[in-house]
């Protein structure tokens, strides 16, 4: 069990790349990330503010449970995840046992290292570009400043999850003719 701390904002990706590579910063890896995320079956994970997520990245499958959000100017949760030898499987299984898939996000992430933080840049299907900083040990002043060294745009609050649920839902209706 880890505690996940991290900020998010929107970016202009070109820019940000710049950036990092003046700051030093060390491309770690790029690949696709496919989340699918999960329902429970009696109460609801995105309005507890919780996620069930499986994440198929590069071959590699895991099942990550992300806890409600704590207070704070960046989003800290207690994360837990565990890897999956078959993702299909780990899907059957999940919907064999009441839960359904409620989102799926897919997204380009190129991920850095700078430092204490971890740098990711996604690219996310119908949501567009942000640019997300994760704690490997640095405070939460340090993961602000460096989005304003980075040229970061809006700060979102919101998960990617939350963002495509948004966006795929039809928009109000306000029952005037």
Do not use: C, N, W
């Not at 710049?18 to 700051?23: D, F, K, V």
């Not at 990711?120 to 989005?147: H, N, Q, Y």
């Not at 966006?167 to 003719?177: D, T």
Request: proline share 3%; glycine share 10%; net charge negative.
């Amino acid at each position: 069990m880890a505690e996940e701390v991290e900020v998010k904002a929107r970016a202009e990706l070109e820019k940000v790349r710049r950036r990092l590579a003046e700051l030093g910063a060390q491309l770690v890896g790029v690949e696709e990330q496919e989340d699918v995320y999960f329902e429970h079956p009696y109460r609801s994970f995105l309005a507890g503010d919780e996620a069930l997520r499986l994440r198929v990245a590069g071959g590699r499958a895991e099942l990550t449970y992300k806890g409600p959000r704590r207070p704070g100017s960046a989003k800290s949760r207690l994360e837990v995840t565990v890897q999956v030898g078959d993702a299909v499987a780990a899907k059957t299984l999940l919907e064999l046992l009441g839960f359904r898939e409620a989102v799926r996000v897919r997204k380009r992430r190129e991920l850095y290292r700078l430092g204490d933080v971890e740098v990711a840049l996604d690219t996310v299907e119908e949501l567009g570009e942000f640019v997300e900083l994760e704690s490997r040990g640095a405070p939460v002043g340090r993961l602000l400043e460096l989005l304003k060294l980075l040229g970061a745009g809006e700060i979102v609050s919101e998960t990617y999850a939350e963002l495509a649920a948004r966006a795929a839902s039809p928009p109000a209706r306000s029952g005037r003719a």
